[in-house]
C-alpha cells in the first residue's frame, strides 16, 4: 500500500512495523518526528506515540503496569550544509507481504529514500538511507525518556559506551522484574560519534546514491539472552541478507494459507490485516497493540479471542496457539483468584500482563465474565481445527471446565420460572451492573455447549455434559425480549452490536429467527448512533461492521456479508489499516488488532463454514462474485483449497490427513 501526499491527511498515522517483540511507528522520513497532536490539535486522538516498545517489559506495581520504552529516533539532513526541512512532498509504502517500509522525502534542494524494517525473529530495527545528492545525515537515538501515559514512571539506569560505528547502551531497571541488557546503536559507514545527555548521535556523509546503513539491536540478559555482539557480528554479511531472511520469514506465514477476493479493496484490508496480526502475536498472546496507545499492550481475553480466530480461520494455527496456550497457563492463577481451597472455578482478570495478574486500574470492568467465554471457546475452537485432542485433553478442557464452573456456581439466577444471569457488566456502553444481559448471556450459553461438545470429543464428564446442556438450553429460552425482538439488556433504552453476538462470536443460533431478525433490523436503524464503542462519531466501526458480516456470513447471506465488508473498509487509514475507530475529526488507535481479527475471521466465513462434519465451500458468496479462490481450514488440520473462474468450480481439493468423514457442500450456482 503506497501514500503520496503533499500534506499530511487526518487519517495519516506511521505505519507500524513489529516483529512481536519489538514495536516501532516509522514516519516518512524513518524516523519518529510526526506529531499528529501538533498538526491537528481539535481531533480526537490516540494514535501511536513516539518511542519503541518492547513487549513484556514493564514498569512495576500496583496498577496499570505501563510498557516501558526503548528510545526514540529523530533526524537532521543537510545539503550544502543547509538543513532541509520538511519534505515538499513525500510518499510511504509499506509492503505488508514482506513487512518492509519504504518512503521517499523531495526537499527543495535534493531527495531522501529510506528503507525499514524490523526482522522476524530477531529484535533488530535495520534502517537504509540514500540520497540523490551528496548530504550530511545525522540520526539521533534518545533512550531513557517518560512515555505520555506514565509520566511519573521511573526512567532506565544507563550505562551509555562508544564502540565502532557507533553506541553501547546498558539498562537496568528495577520493575515488573529486573530488567538488565545491552543496546546497539551503530552504522555501517564511517561516521562521527556525539552524545549529549539521553541523545546518542551518529553523523555521515553520504554521497549520492551510496546507501547506507543505521542499526538498533535490543538484548535482555534475563530473559531472551540475546548476544547483541553476535548479531553485530551477522551483520557484516550485509543489509540486503538480513532483509532478504526477514522477508523469507514473512513468506513462510503468507504461504500457509490464501484468499484471492474479486475487490481490490477488500483484499487490501485483509491483507493489511494478516500483517496486523503477525506483528503483535508475542510470545505470551496478541494484544490490540504493541505501544503505549493502545493499553500499553496488555492482554484483554475478550479481543484476544477475536485475534486468535482470525488466525486460526486463516491457517495459521502455530499463531493462534499462542492465546489459548497463555490462558491455559494462566489457569492456576485464575483458579486461586476465585477459587477456595479444592474448588476448581475459575476468575480470568480483565486486563492481563505475562504473570497472569490483573493490570486494569479499578472500575466497571471488572465485573465482565464474557471474556472468560472468550477464553472457553478459543480452546475448543482451536482443538476442533487442528484436530489436537491431546491439547484439549491435557489444556484445553481444565480451562473450559472450570470457567464454565464459575458461571454455574456464581451466575445463575431463578426467577418467574426462567434461569438467568446475574448481575455483570456487559459491553461497557450499556453501563454497569447488568441483569440478563443479552451478549454475556449467549457467551455463557456457548461456552457451556462448547465444553459439552469437549467432554464427548474426550469421553468424559457425561453427566456434567448434559446439565450444562440443559443449562444452555434454558438461557436461551430466557433471552431477553421486547415488541418481539431481542433487547441487549432488560429495561435499557441503547441499542447495541451485541444483539448480532448470538450468531457471532457465540453460535448460539444457527438460524435467523422472528425476535433476531427484528433486533438487528432495529440495531441498522439507529447504528449512526451505536456503530462505535464509545459514544461518539456518527460513523460505524470497522469492528462493528465485521463483527455484522461474520454474523450475516453464518446465515449464509452472501449480498448483507459484501455490503458489511464494504462497510468495514471503509474508515481504514492510509495503509488500509483498521483502527478501532476513524472517521472525521477523530483516529482512535490504529493498527488495531481486535478489529482486523474480526474482519479476516469474515472473510474466511464467508468463503468457509463448518458445521460438524458439514464443511460448505463459499457458503455468504453474493451472486455477483464469479472469480475468487482460497485455500482455508476446515477441522482436523485440513483445508479446503477452492478455486472459482467464471463461476465454475476450477479447483476443489481437501488438503491433508485427519480423522472422520467430510461432508462438502457447494453453491448449485457453481458448476462442479
Keep these: 500500500m503506497i501514500y503520496q501526499s503533499t500534506e499530511n491527511r487526518t487519517d495519516y498515522a506511521p505505519p507500524m512495523l513489529a516483529n512481536g517483540c519489538i514495536s516501532a511507528a516509522l514516519d516518512y522520513r524513518g524516523t519518529q518526528m510526526y506529531d499528529k497532536r501538533a498538526l491537528y490539535p481539535d481531533m480526537k486522538l490516540t494514535v501511536e506515540s513516539r518511542h519503541i516498545w518492547w513487549e513484556g517489559r514493564r514498569y512495576g506495581y500496583p496498577f496499570i503496569r505501563p510498557l516501558i520504552p526503548f528510545g526514540r529516533i529523530t533526524a537532521e539532513t543537510l545539503f550544502n550544509g543547509v538543513s532541509a526541512g520538511e519534505p515538499r512532498e513525500w510518499e510511504q509504502e509499506l509492503d505488508v507481504k514482506k513487512a518492509v517500509m519504504h518512503a521517499c522525502c523531495r526537499y527543495a534542494d535534493g531527495s531522501e529514500a529510506t528503507t525499514a524494517f524490523i526482522c522476524a525473529g530477531e ?107 553476535a548479531l553485530k557480528r551477522r551483520l557484516r554479511s550485509g543489509f540486503d541478507k538480513l532483509r532478504s531472511a526477514h522477508e523469507n520469514a514473512w513468506n513462510e506465514y503468507g504461504s500457509e494459507s490464501f484468499v484471492r477476493l474479486p475487490d481490490p479493496k477488500l483484499q487490501s484490508v485483509y491483507d493489511t490485516a494478516q500483517y496486523d496480526l503477525r506483528m503483535n502475536t508475542t510470545q505470551w498472546s496478541i494484544p490490540t497493540c504493541i505501544n503505549d496507545a493502545c493499553w500499553e499492550g496488555k492482554y484483554f481475553a475478550f479481543d484476544e479471542y477475536f485475534n486468535m480466530a482470525g488466525l486460526l480461520y486463516t491457517g495459521h494455527a502455530s499463531g493462534a496457539s499462542h492465546p489459548v496456550s497463555f490462558r491455559a497457563e494462566g489457569l492456576a492463577k485464575a483458579v486461586k483468584r476465585a477459587s477456595s481451597k479444592g474448588i476448581g472455578e475459575a476468575r480470568y482478570p480483565w486486563e492481563t500482563v505475562e504473570t497472569h495478574e490483573e493490570a ?98 474426550l469421553g468424559v464428564e457425561k453427566e456434567l455434559a448434559a446439565q450444562w446442556r440443559g443449562t444452555a438450553d434454558r438461557l436461551q429460552a430466557a433471552l431477553p425480549q421486547q415488541d418481539g425482538r431481542y433487547i441487549p439488556t432488560p429495561d435499557s433504552p441503547q441499542r447495541s452490536i451485541a444483539v448480532f453476538s448470538g450468531l457471532f462470536p457465540y453460535p448460539v443460533f444457527s438460524q435467523a429467527d422472528e425476535p433476531l431478525e427484528k433486533a438487528m433490523a432495529d440495531y441498522h436503524e439507529h447504528e449512526s448512533q451505536y456503530g462505535n464503542m464509545y459514544a461518539m462519531g456518527g460513523g460505524v466501526s470497522t469492528w462493528y461492521a465485521a463483527w455484522k458480516a461474520c454474523a450475516y456470513a453464518r446465515l449464509g447471506d452472501g449480498d448483507r456479508t459484501l455490503a458489511a465488508l464494504k462497510q468495514a473498509a471503509k474508515p481504514t487509514g492510509c495503509f488500509d489499516e483498521i483502527c478501532e475507530i476513524s472517521e472525521k475529526d477523530i483516529l482512535y488507535r490504529p493498527w488495531f488488532t481486535t478489529s482486523a481479527g474480526v474482519y479476516v475471521t469474515a472473510v474466511a466465513h464467508m468463503l468457509l463454514r463448518v458445521e460438524g462434519d458439514t464443511w460448505y465451500a463459499a457458503p455468504a458468496v453474493p451472486d455477483s462474485w464469479t472469480d475468487f479462490a482460497f485455500c482455508l481450514p476446515g477441522t482436523g488440520g485440513r483445508f479446503l483449497r477452492f478455486e472459482v473462474k467464471g463461476g465454475k468450480v476450477e479447483r476443489c481439493e481437501i488438503i491433508g490427513k485427519g480423522r472422520g468423514k467430510i461432508r462438502l457442500v457447494i453453491p448449485e450456482r457453481f458448476e462442479k
Excluded at 543496546?183 to 553523523?203: M, N, P, V, W, Y
Excluded at 438467568?420 to 454475556?440: H, K, P, Q, W, Y
Aim: proline letters at 2%.
Design 360 to 457: 486494569a486500574t479499578p472500575g466497571f470492568w471488572y465485573e465482565h465474565i464474557f471474556h472468560m467465554s472468550n477464553i472457553a471457546i478459543g480452546q475448543a475452537q482451536y482443538a476442533q481445527v487442528t484436530g489436537d485432542t491431546d491439547y484439549l485433553r491435557e489444556k484445553g478442557f481444565p480451562v473450559i471446565r472450570a470457567c464454565n464452573e464459575f458461571f454455574t456456581k456464581h451466575m445463575l439466577y431463578e426467577t418467574d420460572g426462567k434461569l438467568i444471569l446475574g448481575r455483570c457488566t456487559d459491553l461497557e456502553r450499556i453501563g454497569s451492573s447488568v441483569i440478563n444481559a443479552f451478549m454475556t448471556t449467549c457467551s455463557v450459553i456457548a461456552s457451556l455447549r462448547y465444553g459439552a461438545w469437549a467432554a464427548d470429543a
Design 123 to 229: 529484535n533488530i530495527l535495520a534502517i537504509e538511507k540514500s540520497f540523490d545528492r551528496d548530504a550530511d545525515y545525522t540520526l539521533c537515538y534518545t533512550v531513557g525518556e517518560r512515555s505520555d501515559h506514565a509520566p511519573n514512571a521511573e526512567e532506565l539506569l544507563l550505562r551509555p559506551a562508544r564502540i565502532a560505528g557507533g553506541f553501547r547502551i546498558g539498562y537496568s531497571i528495577n520493575a515488573q522484574r529486573l530488567y538488565r541488557g545491552d543496546i546497539l546503536f551503530f552504522t555501517d559507514a564511517e561516521c562521527a560519534l556525539s552524545r549529549t545527555g539521553k541523545d546518542h548521535q551518529i553523523t555521515v556523509h553520504a554521497p549520492a546514491g551510496q546507501k547506507i546503513h543505521f542499526y538498533l539491536i535490543f538484548g535482555d540478559t534475563d530473559e531472551d539472552e540475546t548476544d547483541v555482539f
